[in-house]
């Protein structure tokens, strides 16, 4: 495996995050986001990995992970380059067991390998990054399924975002199973031509079917973000009572 993994820098303004991303979620958080956030926490609730150990790779300050979802696990490692996300998460009330981890496991291609390697028995959970950054080769998908078939992991993640409004009620998630991104498309905005863009992340955990939502994210601003997730071999050894008060 190549030994120049480069170190997670610090970095303030970046296109996955930073000051810009503090702002909108000062102001929009507790109104325009609202509905987002509650899809994230049903995905989160749902999500029961089996896992004691808890790796969240760019959360930026948490801002979509709900109350308490941190005290499931015995040990969380986080991996976020913005040293204001990093102490904004860990001052959350349930952030006690939460440590932080330099591996810049997005940078190069075997970094999802150092990643499983650094972290064998933990669930992954990719915080709406993956999109946000270019696969340093191929692309997201052949890479966690090359690197991470043996892992629980799951991520959320923006397939497109565009400025054309949706149709109404398209906060609401869907499970979805078809194979084109159009077809996708179709579900939450009315026909004819969108322009948009494309972030390379439709369909990531392959042909199974996936979970998605709309997230308007600013007033003129709207992105499609899909569920997509991985069980992986099961560890040998129960779940933390947290976990288990969790999934009953």
């Known amino acids: 495996m190549n030994s120049d993994c480069p170190p997670l820098a610090d970095h303030l303004l970046a296109p996955s995050g930073g000051l810009v991303y503090h702002l909108r979620a000062l102001r929009h958080r507790h109104g325009l ?8 926490a049903d995905w989160l609730a749902g999500w029961q990995p089996g896992r ?8 930026s300050a948490g801002y979509a992970l709900p109350a308490g979802f941190l005290r499931r696990f015995e040990r969380v490692t986080a991996l976020e380059p913005d040293p ?12 006690g067991r ?3 981890s330099r591996l810049n496991c997005l940078a190069t291609p075997d970094g999802l390998a ?35 078939s043996g892992h629980a992991w799951a991520s959320y993640h923006d397939v497109i975002s565009t400025t054309a409004p949706p149709k109404p009620g398209s906060e609401q ?7 084109s991104l159009e077809t996708t ?3 939450f905005w009315p026909g004819g031509t ?9 369909r990531l955990s392959g042909d199974r079917p996936h979970r998605y939502t709309v997230w308007q994210i600013t007033r003129q601003r709207w992105h499609l973000v899909e569920w997509a997730d991985n069980s992986g071999a099961q560890p040998p050894y129960a779940p933390s009572p947290d976990q288990a008060q969790t999934s009953t």
């Open 33 to 40: 986001w609202a509905p987002f956030q509650r899809v994230v």
């Open 52 to 59: 004691r150990e808890l790796v969240i790779v760019g959360p």
């Open 84 to 95: 204001l996300a990093r102490w904004l998460l860990a001052h959350r009330p349930d952030a």
């Open 98 to 100: 939460l440590g932080f």
């Open 114 to 148: 150092r990643l499983a390697a650094a972290h064998p028995e933990a669930a992954i959970l990719f915080s709406n990054v993956l999109g946000q950054l270019a696969a340093p080769a191929e692309d997201w998908r052949r890479l966690i399924a090359r690197h991470l």
């Open 173 to 179: 998630a869907l499970t979805i199973d078809d194979q």
């Open 185 to 187: 498309l179709a579900h």
């Open 194 to 202: 969108i322009e948009l863009t494309d972030h390379e992340t439709f």
